[in-house]
Antibody
Framework: QENLVQSGAEVGKPGASVKVSCKASGYTFTAYYIHWVRQAPGQGLQWMGWVNPDSGGTTYAQKFQGRLTMTRDMSINTAYMELTGLNSDDTAIYFC????????????WGKGTTVTVSS | DTVMTQTPLSSPVTLGQPASISCRSSQSLVHSDGNTYLSWLHQRPGQPPRLLIYKISRRFSGVPDRISGSGAGTDFTLHISRVEADDVGVYYCMQLTHFPYTFGQGTKLEIK
């Protein structure tokens, strides 16, 4: 059963950092890019970037440049998204999703991780 | 950034009747490789998005054939031929041709 399992809810103070994990199972981890997409309460979807689990290469949306780091650990089939300098606008559900190259679509999504920024 | 504009934002539909959602992009979504990377996603409350359609009109595995996609260039449409109760939720178009990838605002489908 192909699956992406995300880590649990996080609460962070303004200015702090958060790191969310996304563990892949049931498929070859290195064959698919992992994307991160977030959704603020009651809002739409916002793409943040992707990590190539094979090479570790990344591409980030410019909006998050300097605050966002995506990494992976091939030994445990897990991708990570770390966001620093948290502010209230970062309160959202963060989803990971996979993409099989060379095609461009996201066919499997994690259930989401709620990140709340609060003092 | 490529702006994706969906209409309508809300669509009350009678069970068994058709529904359609439009998505317009601020620039052509034809990729340099000749493909058009326009997807449609469906999200129910409290759940992650689910892929329905990719590359304008290709139905993803398990998606019923009463759901279809059409369009080209900058104008795209999602069609549901006969709405069922399971179809309620929010539908998003998404472009994966230009960085950053972007989504439409979402269209809420509800039953009358």
């Amino acid at each position: 059963q192909e699956n992406l399992v995300q880590s649990g809810a996080e609460v962070g103070k303004p200015g702090a950092s958060v790191k969310v994990s996304c563990k892949a199972s049931g498929y070859t981890f290195t064959a698919y890019y992992i994307h991160w997409v977030r959704q603020a309460p009651g809002q739409g979807l916002q793409w943040m970037g992707w990590v190539n689990p094979d090479s570790g290469g990344t591409t980030y949306a410019q909006k998050f440049q300097g605050r966002l780091t995506m990494t992976r650990d091939m030994s445990i089939n897990t991708a990570y998204m770390e966001l620093t300098g948290l502010n209230s606008d970062d309160t959202a559900i963060y989803f990971c999703a996979r993409q099989l190259l060379p095609d461009y679509y996201m066919d499997l999504w994690g259930k989401g991780t709620t990140v709340t920024v609060s003092s | 950034d490529t702006v994706m504009t969906q209409t309508p934002l809300s669509s009350p539909v009678t069970l068994g009747q058709p529904a359609s959602i439009s998505c317009r992009s601020s620039q052509s979504l034809v990729h340099s490789d000749g493909n058009t990377y326009l997807s449609w996603l469906h999200q129910r409350p409290g759940q992650p998005p689910r892929l329905l359609i990719y590359k304008i009109s290709r139905r993803f595995s398990g998606v019923p054939d009463r759901i279809s996609g059409s369009g080209a260039g900058t104008d795209f449409t999602l069609h549901i031929s006969r709405v069922e109760a399971d179809d309620v939720g929010v539908y998003y178009c998404m472009q994966l041709t230009h960085f950053p990838y972007t989504f439409g605002q979402g269209t809420k489908l509800e039953i009358k």
